[in-house]
């Protein structure tokens, strides 16, 4: 036997715990980094909205846009359907590397100010189609962005028996 063999180091189980602690707290301090990455990762490319054409039918625009936010009643016994859409949300690997990196040098805190910001990317838009008695499109209406509601501003009340 060589005298290197006996000098090789033995690990002692309070040493092995340790180093499994250690990992497992490696390990929770990565597990909330991500949210940024995917959300970044996951966005919609934007509709076109010249791909639904007159004559196409109410089942495959909702395949297009999935299922209308509001249903109206329209003219000559049609329906006018009006769905929501996100313009300027595409997915960026580069923006995900961006977020993972900065999880990885922050050791995860980057998601508190990564998600908020990855949260708000992209504006809703409208779109109507006007459909026929026959579900068939009659007409596709140009992109309205949605506004956000704004909340009445409450007077300010300086006593209970003003």
């Given at each position: ?20 602690r250690i990992a497992a707290a490696i390990g929770l301090l990565l597990v ?131």
């Open positions: 036997m060589s005298p290197q063999a006996k000098t090789a180091k033995k690990f002692s189980f309070r040493e092995f715990i340790s180093g499994i909330p980094a991500g949210c940024s990455v995917g959300m970044a990762m996951s966005g919609q490319s934007d509709f076109d909205p010249a791909v639904i054409r007159q004559g196409d039918t109410k089942p495959h625009v909702r395949t297009l846009l999935g299922q209308p936010v509001r249903t109206e009643n329209g003219e000559n016994g049609g329906t006018v359907e009006t769905y929501e859409t996100v313009f300027g949300d595409p997915p960026s690997k580069a923006r995900a590397f961006m977020h993972g990196t900065f999880d990885i040098l922050t050791l995860g805190l980057w998601e508190v100010v990564g998600t908020p910001i990855e949260a708000v990317q992209g504006d809703t838009y409208e779109i109507s189609v006007t459909f026929d008695d026959l579900d068939r499109v009659v007409a596709v209406h140009s992109p309205v962005k949605k506004e956000e509601p704004t909340q009445p501003q409450q007077e300010e009340v300086l006593c209970d028996f003003c």
